[in-house]
């Protein structure tokens, strides 16, 4: 299975978006899953359901530290994974993303009624993990 495939299934399974970035590409890069999925849980709805930066896109900035630590491509990979998910959606952050505010109890609310998290998220982790795949060749 690819890992993109792997990401958006770990999603659908209950996973936030960051840890299923993470997890997915965790043992390929010397972490175990229980333990991408520990240090990724802060960063899914946009860092602590706060709307900024897609967790989806946070976890797979994680999978570049990992495959490249403290290398000037890190740096490089990180922001190209950020301008292409920004070309295909328009946006990073999960509050543009989502069309509503989910660190108010409106605007959860909205999501959870509108099924935002099952219509939209399940596109911007195959969107993060397809190009974060691409990159970490």
């Known amino acids: 299975m690819k890992r993109t495939d792997e990401a958006v299934n770990s999603f659908k399974n209950g996973l936030n978006c960051s840890q299923?970035?993470?997890?997915?590409?965790?043992?390929d890069?010397?972490?175990?899953?229980?333990?991408?999925?520990?240090?990724?849980?802060?960063?899914?709805?946009?860092?602590?359901?706060?709307?900024?930066?897609?967790?989806?896109?946070?976890?797979?900035?994680?999978?570049?530290?990992?495959?490249?630590?403290?290398?000037?491509?890190?740096?490089?990979?990180?922001?190209?994974?950020?301008?292409?998910?920004r070309d295909r959606n328009g946006f990073v952050t999960?509050?543009?993303?989502?069309?509503?505010?989910?660190?108010?109890?409106?605007g959860m609310a909205k999501a959870r009624r509108d099924n935002l998290f099952s219509s939209r998220c399940p596109k911007f982790v195959e969107d993060a993990a397809g190009i974060v795949e691409e990159l970490v060749k």
């Open 20 to 27: 299923a970035l993470l997890s997915a590409f965790s043992e």
């Open 94 to 106: 999960c509050r543009a993303l989502l069309e509503c505010d989910i660190s108010t109890e409106e």
């Open 29 to 85: 890069l010397g972490l175990d899953k229980e333990t991408a999925a520990k240090i990724a849980s802060g960063f899914g709805g946009g860092m602590g359901c706060t709307g900024e930066t897609c967790g989806a896109v946070t976890g797979a900035v994680m999978v570049i530290g990992l495959k490249h630590g403290k290398s000037g491509k890190a740096t490089a990979f990180s922001r190209e994974l950020m301008e292409r998910f």
